[in-house]
């Protein structure tokens, strides 16, 4: 954890980099949040992308208040099954930040995401710079997960994903594999899109058991039992910010 001082920031600021810098999330999905019509500046709302605003402008996200902390988290977790990784669900499903609200005070977000299902590591933070530096696809940080099915999973399946597929208009193409036993594997992906890999192995009819992420980056899931959180240290932070830093540049 460190510390920055709000008064020190850039002002005039985009309103998508404020949200970020203020937990919301990462700026991407800021300017999703932006869009849905769910921002107010000064009461008046905002649905258009470009606007700025300053320290003394007033920001709302569904109706409270968004101020930058001068408190950045990073966090590890285990995330459960059935826990989605969002700060909003109309449906009311759990979230992964259920899971803080006794703990941490400060508002975080999940930097990338894990579907409802999924199980294993997650990262949260508050700071939207280093969620948009581990997350974005130029970065290709790797991610490392354990899969289990419910029948054998040929070989062939993984050397095609390996080179590439095509599937219903999106390209998915895993980095490595290694195979445990015939209903476990091990895949490394680089970018890893939304629901990538149930879709890759619904698309060839095998139905999974398990998808568990152990590792992004340089961090390891180790044995974090799950539903539980630590906190990153500094030489955990800077090494995945120089791991995404040395990505960009290759």
Sequence with gaps: MSRTNYNTEAWPM???RFMAKAGVA???RCEQIIEEGRVRVNGVPVTRQGVTVTLEDVVTLDGKRLQISANLIYLAMNKPPQY???NHDPQGRPLVIDLLRDTVNERVFTVGRLDYLSTGLILLTNDG??????SHPSSRVEKEYLVETRK???EELLERYQKGLQIEGETYRLKSYRIKNARRAQLV???GKNREIRRVFSHFKIALRRVHRVRIGNLWLSNLPPGMFRPLNRREINRLLALADQQERE
Excluded: D, T, Y
């Design 26 to 28: 990462s700026r991407r």
């Design 152 to 154: 054998p999973i040929p």
């Design 129 to 134: 710079e280093f969620a948009r530096k581990i």
């Design 84 to 86: 989605l990784c969002s």
């Design 189 to 191: 992906l680089e970018e």
């Design 14 to 16: 985009r309103l998508q």
